[in-house]
């Protein structure tokens, strides 16, 4: 019998999306939110080194060393499952859908997030799983399958990454125009890096040709952090613009949704000099 007194959470205490949230995962991976008994197990007597179902059958040292370590390693696996799910759970919105989430992106998620015991990416499970329930079908396995590969030091390769973001029409680009620029090696960006987000599925990164955005009027507004520009073409139609030697990956573009970085305050000026070369000036500085 469940000890109430054990459980992390009382969902009484949750708000309906919170409570919803954690009766899905439950019915979709186990128990959750409960207390887990393995310990209590794990510390038992000889009799607990048992299987119950061959409770009369002696077994050996060798097989009493396994089933310690898989009492260890579960007792592990769900301790990083209630953590994901808890600080999940503050990021949830009033308007948040968790029913919907599929059984099957759940089970998938879980089957990697039970895995990751650094706290600070569990940090980025939890906003992944809050994302998929407040708006489900946002974050595809592929991107799952993408951030499961990640290790730590690729986490803060693309935060840094991440301080480069323009939000244009059509999503958000990573304006690397020339990874020699100290602009970016100060910031923990360089060629090798670039490669190396190529590599592991974030970007698509070309080290001598430019990516071009198309198709713009006279002008159009790009934003980065809090600053929206204003920029204006010579001509008045079939406008291009340089973006750049990167663009994100369908995974990489839906993993942006979790980086909230912070401005480098040179950048607006720097990526204003990139398009005056190209005759693309701002039009509402004094604004």
């Known amino acids: 019998m469940t000890d109430q007194n054990n459980s992390i959470i009382n969902l009484g205490d949750l708000a309906k999306p919170a409570t919803i949230l954690i009766e899905k995962i439950s019915n979709a991976v186990g128990v959750v939110f409960e207390p887990y008994q393995i310990k209590r197990i794990a510390k ?11 409770s009369k059958i002696e077994i050996s040292d060798l097989e009493r060393r396994a089933m310690r370590r898989f009492v260890t390693e579960e007792a592990a696996r769900q301790a990083n499952i209630e953590n994901i799910t808890r600080k999940s759970l503050p990021s949830l919105s009033e308007s948040a859908h968790p029913r919907e989430i599929e059984n099957d992106w759940i089970v998938d998620f879980f089957d990697k997030a039970r895995l990751i015991s650094d706290d600070q990416m569990q940090e980025l499970w939890s906003a992944i799983l809050a994302g998929e329930a ?42 690397i125009f ?30 001598v040709t430019n990516y071009e ?21 010579q001509a008045e139609k079939n406008n291009r613009i340089n973006i750049g030697h990167a663009i994100f990956t369908d995974a990489g573009l839906q993993l942006t949704n979790i980086c909230n970085p912070k401005s480098i305050p040179e950048m607006p000026e720097y990526a204003l000099k ?4 190209f005759s693309i000036k701002e039009i509402n500085k004094d604004s």
């Open 213 to 233: 955005r198309q198709g713009f009027g006279k002008s159009t507004k790009v934003v980065y952090g809090d600053r929206i520009i204003q920029l204006e073409f």
């Open 44 to 54: 038992a007597n000889a009799e607990a080194t048992r299987i119950e179902a061959f």
């Open 134 to 175: 407040n708006t489900p079908g946002k974050y595809s396995k592929r991107t799952i399958n993408l951030l499961s590969s990640l290790d730590k030091s690729d986490a803060i390769l693309f935060a840094n990454l991440c301080k480069f973001v323009w939000l244009f029409e059509g999503g958000a680009v990573p304006l």
């Open 178 to 207: 020339d990874s020699q620029n100290s602009i970016y090696v100060q910031n923990g960006i360089n060629f090798n890096s670039l490669k190396h987000l190529d590599s592991i599925g974030i970007i698509s990164f070309e080290g």
């Open 274 to 277: 990139e398009w005056a070369k």
